[in-house]
């Protein structure tokens, strides 16, 4: 699981060297009867991933992008980057188009995709679930958050706590004693 994961972030970075070294490291595939076909199949596939990777990755830092510095950084052919990144624009994963005479990828600034709006939305939800427990805790404490849970605790200020008055008596430490006023 390990090398997966590492290969998984080489991979992000367009280090696809590093990415198979560390699938094909993997000792299951001396149990397969004749690997090199596999081995062979999935160097490829390392390479176009990787390439379909770095393009989701760091195409939001680039206006254009080579096809030949693509090919040279991913040891594909100028033809191979052309189809991935077509089959990309195609499918909307990309947003970008092919500039022929200057054999360039040329990146589009767009809005956020479906995928990422909804990601902002789920953050904003989450934002405010958190905020909406904070002040719920709150009005159970009296208090912001867990300033005053030591003091209730050990009978700090405010005549709250302490053996004398009822408040914390043993047992299990996290009980406290809500009062109501």
Do not use: C
Request: glycine share 8%; net charge positive.
């Amino acid at each position: 699981r390990d090398h997966i994961m590492a290969a998984a972030m080489a991979m992000k970075v367009g280090d696809w060297n590093a990415a198979q070294e560390l699938i094909l490291s993997l000792k299951i595939w001396n149990l397969l009867v004749n690997p090199e076909p596999v081995k062979t199949m999935l160097k490829r596939k390392i390479q176009e991933e990787s390439l379909r990777t770095y393009l989701f990755t760091y195409s939001g830092f680039f206006d254009s992008m080579a096809l030949a510095n693509l090919a040279s950084m991913f040891d594909l052919s100028e033809s191979t980057v052309h189809s991935i990144a077509s089959k990309m624009i195609i499918n909307e994963e990309l947003q970008a188009s092919h500039d022929q005479p200057t054999r360039t990828i040329v990146i589009h600034k767009a809005d956020h995709t479906p995928l990422q709006n909804l990601a902002l939305q789920f953050a904003d939800k989450a934002g405010l679930f958190v905020e909406n427990n904070e002040r719920l805790l709150d009005t159970l404490h009296g208090g912001y958050g867990y300033r005053d849970m030591n003091n209730q605790q050990t009978g700090g200020r405010g005549g709250r706590g302490g053996r004398s008055r009822g408040g914390h008596r043993g047992g299990n430490p996290s009980y406290r004693a809500v009062r109501f006023n």
